[in-house]
């Protein structure tokens, strides 16, 4: 069993619909990360959490440590919001590494 | 610099063949880490820096994979004796500090193929 876990793998959504991700931890952590990676690029942060909500612009993030679990929500969804998206606990043991889920390739037609 | 940055972007190596994959950090920042990226996987950790002391490397999937930051600045990781299941994006992170309230910034990765 991955240390983190995302679902879904793929998904496909049409412009302006509500898209939740979930992410499942199973280690201790210091901090969760939402990131954005796109086809060929590099890794862009989205959010770092350590409790409760956080909010930018049409993306909130959510997490409830003692069920060890997050959200990654997007409000009326966009093509140009199509990319993977990955959760990262943050391990809070010295080196502060990420462990990272598969991540969600996620695709929002017009 | 602006941020991290890796050079080369793409590196095509002939199995048996040595590389070696670069990391200019964000200047100042005393973490660096190395992660490696298959298809259709998330990244996953190969070593740590704190300035040029290799804390961590119990990522480094065989002793093929080496791993140095001289001057706490700039980091190279060198595999040797290429193989096909080397393929995969190599990322480059650095970050300020070593703390829990600091996030890391990612370089935009080396894709080496093993042909």
């Known amino acids: 069993k991955n240390e983190v876990e995302q679902s879904p793998q793929n998904l496909t959504a049409q412009e302006g619909e509500f898209i939740t991700i979930n992410c499942s931890y199973s280690?201790?952590?210091?901090?969760l990360h939402w990131l954005q990676q796109h086809p060929g690029g590099g890794i862009v942060s989205l959010f770092m959490?350590?409790?409760g909500k956080k909010k930018h612009g049409r993306l909130i993030a959510t997490i409830n440590i003692q069920e060890k679990h997050s959200s990654l929500h997007i409000t009326a969804s966009h093509p140009r919001d199509s990319a993977v998206y990955i959760c990262?606990?943050?391990?809070?043991?010295?080196?502060?590494?990420?462990?990272f889920g598969t991540g969600t390739r996620l695709k929002v037609l017009a | 610099g602006a941020g991290v940055s890796q050079s080369p972007r793409y590196k095509v190596a002939k199995r048996g063949q040595d590389v070696a994959l670069r990391c200019d950090p964000i200047s100042g920042h005393v973490s660096l880490f190395w992660y490696q990226q298959a298809l259709g996987q998330g990244p996953e950790f190969l070593t740590y820096f704190q300035n040029e002391a290799q804390l961590d490397k119990s990522g480094l999937p065989s002793d093929r994979f080496f791993a140095e930051r001289p001057e706490g600045s700039v980091s190279t990781l060198k595999i040797q004796r290429t193989q096909q299941e080397d393929s995969a994006v190599y990322l480059c992170a650095s970050s300020l500090v070593a703390d829990s309230n600091t996030e890391a910034f990612f370089g935009q990765g080396t894709r080496l193929t093993v042909v």
């Open positions: 280690v201790g952590i210091s901090a």
């Open positions: 959490l350590s409790s």
């Open positions: 990262a606990a943050q391990d809070f043991s010295g080196t502060y590494k990420y462990i």
